[in-house]
């Protein structure tokens, strides 16, 4: 069974950086694109950022777009999610997912396409 657990998240002050974890117990994680979402109360779930299998394409949504980084560590089985300059607006859910999927920006940034869902961790931004 696939496990998706996500770590690093916080109360943070307007403008800090947070580094989100997500550790992922599958027996072939460098076959998975992964993904970052993230929803806030009342709101759908949005798209953040995602990774190819192999790592070398990525994707970010507007939301984070050239404020935040997203790597992984194949040897770690774990995928991270790197954001600077954080805003009261960024408070939500933040979930990882992982997909076996051949790698396109309308498929990698479609959660219908990730079959595999972390329990998320909540980041609060303070103003």
């Known amino acids: 069974q696939v496990q998706l657990v996500e770590s690093g998240g916080g109360l943070v002050q307007a403008g800090g950086s947070l580094r989100l974890s997500c550790a992922a117990s599958?027996?072939?994680?460098?076959?998975?694109?992964m993904g970052w979402f993230r929803q806030a109360p009342g709101k759908e779930r949005e798209f953040l950022t995602a990774?190819?299998?192999?790592?070398?394409?990525?994707l970010y949504g507007d939301p984070v777009k050239g404020r935040s980084t997203i790597s992984r560590d194949d040897a770690k089985n774990t995928v991270y999610l790197q954001m600077n300059s954080l805003k009261p607006e960024d408070t939500a859910v933040y979930y990882c997912?992982?997909?076996?999927?051949?790698?396109?920006?309308?498929?990698?940034?479609?959660?219908?396409?990730?079959?595999?869902w972390g329990q998320g961790t909540q980041v609060t931004v303070s103003s």
């Open positions: 599958l027996d072939t994680f460098s076959s998975y694109t």
């Open positions: 990774i190819s299998w192999s790592g070398g394409s990525t």
């Open positions: 997912a992982a997909a076996k999927l051949r790698w396109s920006s309308t498929r990698s940034m479609t959660r219908q396409e990730y079959d595999n």
